[in-house]
């Protein structure tokens, strides 16, 4: 299994980003497909994911209304898109894949991570 991420970088508070995670050798029935980041010195948080049959999103409280997850599944390929960027939103961001279920915004319910990609907002 195999989860590349890309699509982060060096942006202004304001702008806008879209990451990108290219997904191969996985089977995506039942499967969510997340979107985590992680601050230095900060736990990894929950940012989005999707039920890769149905299409559903899920978002925490937060950043709630300013990303938006979704997935091309032609290209096994999941997306966020994120607007309205704050230098809070800062961190590397991670993908998973894990099993659809109540505890989706757990990163202990993903078996499967890729590399991460750095973001980087500017005030």
């Known amino acids: 299994v195999q989860l590349q991420a890309s699509g982060g970088g060096l942006v202004q508070a304001g702008g806008s980003l879209r990451l990108s995670c290219a997904a191969s050798?996985?089977?995506?029935?039942?499967?969510?497909m997340g979107w985590f980041r992680q601050a230095p010195g900060k736990e990894r948080e929950f940012v989005a994911a999707?039920?890769?049959?149905?299409?559903?999103?899920y978002y925490p409280d937060s950043p709630k209304g300013r990303f938006t997850i979704s997935r091309d599944e032609t290209k096994n390929t999941v997306y966020l898109q994120m607007n309205s960027l704050k230098p809070e939103d800062t961190a590397v961001y991670y993908c998973a894949a894990g099993i659809l279920g109540s505890r989706i915004g757990v990163p202990d319910s993903y078996d499967y991570w890729g590399q991460g990609t750095q973001v980087t907002v500017s005030s």
């Open positions: 999707i039920s890769w049959s149905y299409g559903s999103p």
């Open positions: 050798g996985i089977t995506f029935s039942s499967r969510a």
